[in-house]
């Protein structure tokens, strides 16, 4: 077998790669610019509960982000179920601020508690998501 048969996938792989980094990142300023606090300034002033919040977050987007790129059928097929898993994102964190309306206060002003159940809540929603992209 030569070189060349190993690296036949290298283009779909970049493609797909590069999809997923553009999608985090974008989900990543969609999130911060939906929330009503700065993380990355609280994260740079040493606010543990605005990394751990944006962390569970991150991940509960990663989930099925790595699930459409797993099971997509094309480039175009992945790039829709990225927007899927970047909608449901935003909407958990929504669903989430309407139980725990003062959470964006709460964050902001170091509580850990809240921030460890928004996080653990993000990677439960992302882990179906990535789950039910896969059926």
Known sequence: MRIADYLSGFPAFIAHFILA????VAYIAIYTAVTRHDELKLIRAGNVAAAIALGGSIL????PLASSVEHSLSIVDNALWAMVSLVIQ????????????????RISNGEVGPAILFAALSIAAGQIAAAAMST
């Open 90 to 105: 935003i909407a958990v964190y929504l669903l989430i601020k309407l139980v725990f309306p003062n959470l964006n206060h």
């Open 21 to 24: 980094i553009g999608y985090l």
């Open 60 to 63: 509960g987007f990663a989930q």
